[in-house]
């Protein structure tokens, strides 16, 4: 089933890995940089108890469901940013039909830490 627009109220952006380059070896000491690819709309909402658990997540907490039109820039390796917090794509829920034109999957925030 395709999504209608007006349950595709949030903005996401796509954030995609880049290999920062050295110019001798290929890769400096920053590593995989991810960096701003599109941005789409989408709808997220909070993925509680059970859903989350099933989604791989060791913890309930900042586990979004994200669903957006099919499109080819986002994939299981990519990180989406929403409401100014970074999240991993759970590569087991990523579910991209484009016969149906959806893509759906389960997102854990990334939490950086404090030093």
């Known amino acids: 089933?395709?999504?209608?627009?007006?349950?595709?109220?949030?903005?996401?952006?796509?954030?995609?890995?880049?290999?920062?380059?050295?110019?001798?070896?290929?890769?400096?000491?920053a590593g995989i940089e991810f960096t701003p690819a599109k941005t789409v709309?989408?709808?997220?909402t909070w993925a509680k108890g059970?859903?989350?658990m099933n989604a791989g997540a060791l913890d309930v907490y900042g586990v979004v469901?994200?669903?957006m039109r099919y499109n080819t820039t986002v994939t299981e390796r990519s990180r989406i940013l929403y409401d100014g917090k970074t999240y991993q794509?759970?590569?087991?829920?990523?579910?991209?039909?484009?016969q149906e034109n959806t893509i759906q999957f389960h997102a854990q925030q990334i939490v950086k830490d404090q030093q």
């Open 1 to 29: 089933m395709a999504y209608s627009t007006g349950i595709m109220k949030h903005r996401v952006t796509i954030l995609n890995r880049t290999a920062a380059q050295d110019g001798r070896f290929g890769l400096d000491s």
């Open 41 to 44: 709309w989408a709808e997220v």
């Open 50 to 52: 059970k859903a989350a």
């Open 65 to 67: 469901m994200v669903r």
């Open 89 to 98: 794509i759970i590569g087991e829920t990523f579910h991209a039909d484009r």
